[in-house]
């Protein structure tokens, strides 16, 4: 299952981020092959990483460079996992570090822009700016060429591809789809910006400007599952259905559900969790749950009855998780971002 990490996702938040630059217009750049060691990297607490369910954590820093200031960071998708581990970006390069890798080992690609998101496709990474343009490697090859060129938008928030092949981008003016790679677009849904995409079971699940949507039919028709007096901040897909954070406009805590019926109706899981107002982060790793929270890491054995702490905070920051196979990987940031 591959999982995204935005950084992330409410409208007022996206409205106060930086735009990205335009991409250079090389088609292709190489491959930096080289294992990366610490030369400038100055500060730990960057990346940490668990091999045992989130018991023990692993600080796996060493060898990235200075992080990129949190306002390039907030609103831009600048890290992601799938099962060959975890990407990231910082300054001008892309980053991996392998799930097996046993000491903290990163290797190191030249980046066409140094403040762009990624995300992940079919074919490959795909590099893409707030501008609309867009860079695939392909994978197994040093090549970035463009694609999506038809693509007329600007304002880009995110880029998913569904088990069934569409192309859909979110952006500040709605969602677009393309069943033909990129050749042509249409706009599914207009009811405001997207800003991220998940997928399960056949039914798909987005964070929009007024709420949390879905669709049952590959992104044809959308529905609002929950609405602007509870704001959508983050939505996963987990085993058999979707976990969502949320933020009642009449309260002064999210709330963590999740749904095992394509969203129609929802469980809640937050009982056992301190109260805040900035839980960030919610996900499944075999049959457990784990929660990025401002007082740290809570893991869940038993479907969100009750919760344990097993990673404090760090600096007053809140991890943002994501999962590789059975590798949980953990990214501190500011509060709410």
Known sequence: ??????AFSLLFQFLSCN??????????????????????????????????????????????????KDDYGVGRNASFADDNGLYLTAGNGIYHSKPNSKVSFWKKEI????????????????AYDYDGHFLQKMAGTSKWSPIYTNFQQKRV?????????????????????????????KRVYTGGGVFYVVESTGVLMAISGIGIIRSAD????????????????????????????????????RKVRTSYDGGKTWQSIDE??????????IMQVGENFLCGHPDGIFKSTDKGKTWKLVLPSIEKKVFNLSVSGNVIYAIPRLRGC
Do not use: C
């Open 1 to 6: 299952m591959i999982i995204y990490i935005l």
């Open 19 to 68: 735009q990205a630059s335009e991409f250079p217009q090389a088609s292709h750049l190489t491959d930096n092959q080289q294992i990366q060691k610490r030369n400038n990297a100055v500060d730990a607490n960057i990346v940490f990483r668990s091999t045992d369910g989130g018991q023990t954590w692993q600080d796996i820093s060493e060898g990235l460079p200075e992080p990129v």
């Open 111 to 126: 980046f066409p822009d140094e403040h762009s998101s990624i995300a992940i496709g079919k074919a490959g990474i795909v």
């Open 157 to 185: 928030r995110s880029v998913f591809e569904s088990v069934a092949g569409s192309i859909f981008i979110g952006s500040d003016y709605g969602l677009f789809k393309s069943t033909n790679s990129g050749k042509t677009w």
């Open 218 to 253: 590959d992104g044809e028709n959308w529905d609002l599952v929950v609405n602007e007096e509870r704001r959508g901040f983050q939505v996963e897909s987990i085993k058999g259905g979707f976990a969502v954070i949320f933020y009642p406009t009449a309260s002064d805590t």
């Open 272 to 281: 056992g969790l301190p109260v805040n107002a900035t839980i960030t982060s």
